[in-house]
């Protein structure tokens, strides 16, 4: 009898077997935590990710919205991991729910009620990491939302000779960015104060964990931000800079203009890294702002979030959205005529107002545009006003019979070269949120003689839902968005219209024929996703084993089976787009024949003219209005890259500008950009 106690007392000291300790049951109340303890007694008294630890969690719990859901496993020493968060959208309830490390399936791949063993989200087996297992764990369970409750009904956790093991975030060669919310819990639409430091230690040095705080360290407010995205488990993020006060503060950071709002875009969705990178920085290269970012690992609360886009927010800024600032006060005359924002977006009866217009072929569909600068709680009845009936003698000249006249038309309301770019840029994903969610127009104050200020199209924003097949029968790369206006949220179905002018339709072809001659051919589309795919490569491994939804069907919906690698995803992204580029280049609407971009020019902006064309070394400039304004003419390369600028540094009497100096240029097509005062005017030069 002293042998066998003996041989079991040395396999109990070994942990060669299992043992399992069953927990309680606990209410899950809208916008509420739960902790429910569990208490643990064993021999051992150090647990590792080698002989003896945490092998697997269990649960079983009932609940309406498992979207609503984060669920954490507590150790006694404090460390907290996460198993799930915002899995299952809203299907219900979590029944014989296991996370175990060594699964072959991630929770994030699974479908409710999740019954069966898992890889949790997070890091379980960094609760293996050498403290004394004995006391009280917890199962702590966050319902984030209300409208829907649950009950906890049970919870296992079992300690065996097969523990967790995880990888421990140190070091990587994208930025870190590290929040610490200090037990706040973040919520939607109300900003927690939080800690946050950026190591960036420069282009090609590597960053680490324990490295100082160099990019910024202090004070941040932080909220979810998204519609669909939020319900995805990486969530996005809205992030105010602020001060030990609470007041806003600007700051640079990685060389982006400074400014106090930012965002954190999660890629749960986009798992190439590039789908929202590659068009912002294309519309940006096509001469337009282009809303900046870069990517970065994050560490939220001590757990690896994975890789992010820490990307300036859509924003009437002098670096961002350029136009006038609009005060409640100002409501009469120029005043009121800018600037303003407006998206079509999701509505309510508070924040927009309706069109009274509907689509071409769309009788009684409703349309509705969103106040976004000044926001709705900030923007007073005049102006409101103001931009409602300018968009109404707007879309009254556009369906009118003679809507394509230059002077009395729809050009004498909107900026056509960024009515080209968006609908160029969004047709080339193939975006269809391009026009109906997140679809953004601005308009700036009007000059001091009467004449108006145009409404432009963009920034353009949200490509989770493109640069992929998302519909069968488009394989091949075919089909166009801009008239897909009957959706969950309608769209305005203005590209209708717009291409019936033949000379707009022209324009669009013009404009996509030269942009694929440099910044949208396959060669230089493709070596931008792979310098994409070179920065984050190794941090992608990381990623994806957090989330672990590499080779599942998550997000949004695909055609095809998903990529199973990475390298696989990219790949797939580059033959994307060259089907896309040769269906375009054969459908795009227009023609090439005399492409003189004379319909590119802002109308009754800066009359110039300019000569020789192409040239050789010298350009010319002759204005029609001898009164120069203080201003700068800038010479812009296909890219967009600045190659030339002259500076008019006071207000001057002056017909002619001469630019010197270029004949060290390629050849190739480039812009000639004036801005005179509040007004630019932009003509295309061959060299």
């Known amino acids: ?45 150090s647990i590792n990710t080698t002989t003896f630890g945490v092998e697997t969690i269990c649960l079983n719990l009932t609940h309406t919205y498992l979207a609503d859901l984060t669920i954490q496993i507590v150790a006694p020493d404090g460390t907290i991991k996460n198993l799930a968060s915002g899995i299952g959208g809203g299907d219900d309830d979590m029944t014989n729910t296991c996370f175990n490390a060594n699964a072959t399936t991630s929770i994030s791949a699974g479908t409710a009620p999740f019954t069966g063993t898992f890889i949790p989200m997070g890091q379980m087996g960094a609760v293996n990491n050498g403290q004394n297992p004995n006391g009280t764990w917890y199962l702590r369970v966050s319902d984030n939302y209300g409208a829907d409750e649950g009950i906890l009904i049970d919870w296992t956790l079992t300690f065996g000779s097969a523990p967790a093991d995880y990888f421990e975030f140190s070091e990587s060669d994208l930025p870190i960015v590290v929040i610490n919310t200090n037990g706040n819990t973040i919520d939607y639409d109300i900003k927690v104060t939080a800690d946050m430091g950026i190591v960036y230690n420069g282009p090609g040095n590597r960053n680490h964990l324990i490295d100082p705080f160099n990019e910024y360290n202090g004070k941040i407010g932080i909220e979810y931000r998204g519609n669909y995205s939020l319900s995805l488990p990486q969530k996005p993020y ?10 806003a503060i600007d700051s640079s950071i990685f060389g982006m203009p400074a400014e ?29 702002y282009g809303v900046r970012s870069h990517h970065v690992d994050v560490v939220l ?93 707007f879309e009254t000249a556009l369906y009118a019979a003679n809507f394509d006249d230059p002077n009395f038309g729809y050009r004498r ?18 975006n269809v949120d391009g026009y109906k969610k997140s679809r953004f127009l601005y308009k700036d104050k009007d000059h001091a003689d009467g004449t108006y200020r145009k409404l432009k199209a963009g920034p353009v924003w949200d490509f989770d839902w493109a640069l992929k097949d998302m519909w069968s029968g488009a394989e091949d790369g075919s089909g166009f968005m801009y008239s897909e206006v009957d959706q969950d949220v309608n769209a305005p179905g ?145 890219a967009g890259r600045i190659v030339s600028q002259f500076s008019i540094d006071s207000p001057q009497l002056q017909e002619q500008v001469e630019l010197t100096g270029l004949g060290e240029l390629q050849s190739g097509i480039y812009f000639v950009e004036v801005q005179l005062g509040t007004r630019k005017s932009v003509q295309k030069v061959v060299k």
């Not at 809205?238 to 007041?247: F, M, P």
């Not at 800018?338 to 009788?363: A, E, H, L, R």
Request: glycine share 6%; hydrophobic share 40%.
């Open 494 to 638: 203005w590209y209708i219209r717009l291409l019936q002018d033949t000379l707009f339709a022209n324009e669009v072809r013009c404009r996509y024929d030269d942009l694929r001659r440099n910044i949208l051919s396959e060669a230089y589309m493709h070596n931008k996703i792979d310098s994409i795919a070179a920065v984050v490569n190794e941090s992608q491994d990381w990623h994806y084993l957090t989330w672990g939804h590499m080779g599942a069907a998550t997000g949004t919906g695909e055609v095809q089976a998903p990529s199973q690698t990475y390298a696989e995803e990219v790949q797939r992204l580059k033959d994307w787009l060259t089907r896309r580029v040769n269906w375009l280049d054969i459908n795009m609407p227009g023609t090439l024949n005399g492409c003189s971009f004379a319909g590119l020019e802002e109308i009754s902006s800066v009359s110039f003219e300019v000569y020789p064309n192409p040239f050789s070394s010298t350009l010319y400039l002759n204005f029609e209005n001898k009164n120069l304004d203080k201003g700068q003419i800038l010479m812009r390369d296909a």
């Open 260 to 288: 106090n709002d930012w965002l954190l875009l999660a890629n749960y969705n986009d798992k190439s890294f590039a789908r929202n990178a590659l068009p912002n920085e294309t519309f940006e290269s096509m001469g337009n």
């Open 301 to 393: 609360n001590g757990e690896y979030q994975g890789i992010y886009l820490f990307s300036e927010k859509v924003k009437r800024d002098s670096n961002r959205v350029d136009i006038s600032k609009l005060d409640t006060l100002e409501i009469l005359g120029q005043d009121v005529t800018g600037g303003y924002i407006i998206k079509v977006d999701y509505w309510d009866n508070t924040d927009s107002w309706q069109s009274n217009f509907s689509p071409i072929g769309f009788p009684g569909l409703d349309i509705h545009y969103v106040y976004y600068y000044p926001k709705p709680d900030v923007i007073v009845l005049e102006q409101q006003t103001y931009i409602q009936n300018f968009m109404d003698e």
């Open 238 to 247: 809205s992030i105010e800079l602020i001060d030990n006060l609470g007041v």
């Open 1 to 45: 009898m002293k042998i066998v106690f003996t041989l079991f007392t040395i396999l109990l000291l070994n942990g060669l077997f299992a043992q399992t300790f069953t927990g309680g049951t606990g209410p899950i109340l809208d916008n509420q935590t739960i902790d429910i303890p569990l208490t643990v007694s064993v021999p051992q008294t």
């Open 413 to 430: 309301y909107i900026s056509v070269p960024t009515f080209v770019d968006y609908l160029i840029i969004n047709e080339l994903a193939r």
